[in-house]
């Protein structure tokens, strides 16, 4: 299988960071990629290959304009402004209120981020960039005829909308490489998110579409991040009504609870036909992750990959969350080897 990859990623290195609870060292760092790369690395059924000059255009349907203005200029902006520290951290948020995004650095970066723990640092517009240009050879190697892919994106993108970041992400990566494939090939595409928190990014880019199907599984929204997004009865909307599936599940669910949940995101991903899948993988679920507050147990992803390749699907599997370092690595592999 062929792994897209570029150590660009590294530009963007979040150190510490705030929560309510005091400040806290950020697990979305360049050594998680690092420990992926090494474990398929070291595996002769993986080939990495650099990302190549791939057709950008899905990146500008997916996100709006102003949203990626903001991401490109607002660390200069922030630094020429005098605001400290030296990375982009929101501590204005307008909520359902506000009325414009305005000009000062600090309405900007509450307006456009929904959350204190996705900075913005020098690099990492350049860095989200390249993660999504991943994505999108990753899609051009699909379109080429390739059965199985995987791109190694960070920072990750699923809780990335159409104008904000949150949840560590900044362009939706999976949502990308889906509005490129559904424009290419005219439609019919699933995405099955296994990240342990809702993919609510995804969720919103294709609430109303007719085209793409959306099913996450993740820890209840009432216990866990995004909160505001993730519930069972969110279920689409217009022409995507019936096409977004929510499967929460309690916090702490462990793999007996997991794995028939999984079996229901399959058959209704099997139901809709689609021509294209993208998996969000991210293996935060695992019993020990710092992050995720589910109990899987790390051998999950293995089955989770078999049952995955039994769909009979041409799959794009697109690198989520998962901060166990010592556990992404076989974690990720055993997924992918699995599906190939
Ligand atoms: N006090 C992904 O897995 N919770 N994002 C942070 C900080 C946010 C996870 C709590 C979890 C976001 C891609
Ligand atoms: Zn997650």
Known sequence: ???????????HAPAECMSASGPFRHREVPQRAEAILAALEADRRFVIVPPGDPVMNALEEVHAADYRAYLAEIHAAWISAGEAPSIVVPELFPGRGGRRAGRHPANRAGWFGTDTFTPILAGTAEAAREAARCALTAVDLLLAGEERL?????PPGHHAGRDFHGGFCYFNNAAVATAHLARETGGRIAVLDIDAHHGNGTQEIFYASEHVLTVSLHADPNEEFPYYWGYAEETGIGPGEGLNLNLPLPLGADDSLYLPTFARALERIAAFAPRYLIVS?????????PIGHLSLAPEIFGILGHNVRALGIPT???????????HLGTCVRDFLSALD
């Open 281 to 289: 993988l991210g293996v935060d679920g695992i019993a020990d992750d």
């Open 1 to 11: 299988m062929q792994v897209v990859y570029s150590p660009e990623h590294r530009v």
């Open 150 to 154: 995987y791109a190694l994106t960070r």
């Open 316 to 326: 794009l599997v697109v690198q989520e969350g998962g901060y166990r370092i010592t």
